[in-house]
């Protein structure tokens, strides 16, 4: 058993820009990951403005919460990366995962858990949702 098992992109059937536009979102994730895990207040103060008191416990401990959630983000980004790249029958999937991930990120930003001020991630969710619908569709889309 390997680590990486065989590509499976000879029975990738959708659309060729699927998997490219998948690559993209794996930066896309990527990088905010790093963000959150490696600045030194996860981009709490820095980038979205919350102001927190990083010499207090609750502070110290929303910027912990920022780095866990940027390491799931690095490790899932990876993830996407590798199926844009060696696995493209799992792009759709992938599409919907993400999609599904963006909805629930809208929710918990603009619902009932949602403050009145928004960081910058809450409006570019609000964009990405209908794009990576589209990228299901074309991933789907038989050539």
Known sequence: MALLPASTNHAYTGARIAP???GVFALLTIIPGCIHTFLPDG????????GLD???????RA???FAWAGATQVVWGIMLLIISHR??????????LLAFERVLHAYNMWGPKGGADHPPEAYATLVMIPILMLGVILALREK
């Open 20 to 22: 490219w536009g998948l």
């Open 87 to 96: 696995y493209h029958t799992l792009v759709p999937l992938a599409f919907m």
């Open 54 to 60: 990083l010499a207090s416990e609750h502070g110290r």
């Open 43 to 50: 981009g709490a103060n820095v980038i979205a403005g919350l």
């Open 63 to 65: 910027v912990g919460l």
